[in-house]
C-alpha cells in the first residue's frame, strides 16, 4: 500500500472514531436531560402535595378541624368546646362531635335553642348546624332567610348561648366561628361538608 493509501485509511479510521464519539457524547447529553427532567417533574408533583397538604391542614375559608371523641348514643356528653383561631384567640365554641342522644333532632330554622346533644345526632348523620346568639333577631332573621335558600335537608339552625360568636357553624369533626353572619362563608362551609362528613353521613339525603 502506498503512502496516500495509508494516509486515507489513517483519516478514515480517524473520522470514524470522530463520528463514534460524537454520537456517544449525543447519547449521553440525551441521558442527563432525561434525568433532569424526571427529577424535576419528582420535585413539582412533590411540590404541588405538599402544597395541597398545607392548606387542607390549615384553617381555612370552611372552618377548622375540631377532635371528636366517641359516638355513642349515650354519655357521656363531653364535647370540644374551644378552638383558637388565626389571629390567635381561642373561642368557646358549640359541639362538632361525639357521643349524643339516641334520637336525633328536628330539621330545619327551629326559631328556639337547640339541644346540643341531639343535633349531634344530627351531625353523625351529615348535616350541618348553624347556631346563633339568643335575642339577636337581626341574626335570626337571616340564618332562616339563608336556611330557605339553602333548603332544610341535612340543616339545622337555632340559638346557642354557650359560645364567644355571634354565629357558628359545625359538621361532624368542624367548626367555623364567625364575628359577623357571613353568608358566603356559611355557604362555602354548608357545600364542603354537608352529607359528606359524620360516621354515618350517608343517612343525609339532599
Known amino acids: 500500500m502506498g503512502m496516500d493509501g495509508r494516509k486515507r485509511r489513517r483519516e478514515g479510521s480517524e473520522r470514524a472514531q470522530a463520528s463514534r464519539e460524537r454520537r456517544q457524547t449525543a447519547k449521553r447529553q440525551r441521558q442527563s436531560k432525561n434525568i433532569a427532567y ?8 412533590a411540590t404541588v402535595i405538599a402544597i395541597f397538604v398545607f392548606f387542607q391542614g390549615s384553617g381555612s375559608a370552611v372552618g377548622y378541624t375540631t377532635t371528636v371523641s366517641g359516638a355513642a348514643h349515650q354519655g357521656p ?4 368546646t374551644e378552638v383558637t383561631l388565626e389571629d390567635g384567640r381561642t373561642v368557646r365554641v358549640p359541639p362538632s362531635g361525639g357521643n349524643h342522644f339516641p334520637n336525633e333532632g328536628p330539621y330545619g330554622f327551629l326559631g328556639g335553642p337547640i339541644t346540643p346533644e341531639a343535633a349531634v345526632h344530627n351531625l353523625e348523620h351529615g348535616a350541618i348546624v348553624i347556631w346563633y346568639e339568643p335575642n339577636n333577631a337581626e341574626v335570626a332573621g337571616q340564618v332562616n332567610q339563608l336556611v330557605r335558600e339553602l333548603g332544610s335537608s341535612c340543616l339545622v339552625a337555632g340559638e346557642f348561648l354557650a359560645m364567644d360568636t355571634p354565629v ?7 367548626v367555623l366561628p364567625l364575628d359577623t353572619f357571613d353568608t358566603v362563608q356559611i ?8 352529607g359528606k362528613t359524620g360516621p354515618e353521613a350517608d343517612i343525609c339525603v339532599l
Open 38 to 45: 424526571a427529577i424535576g417533574g419528582v420535585f413539582a408533583l
Open 77 to 80: 356528653y363531653v364535647y370540644t
Open 168 to 174: 357558628a357553624v359545625t359538621a361532624w369533626g368542624h
Open 187 to 194: 355557604r362555602e362551609f354548608v357545600d364542603a361538608y354537608r
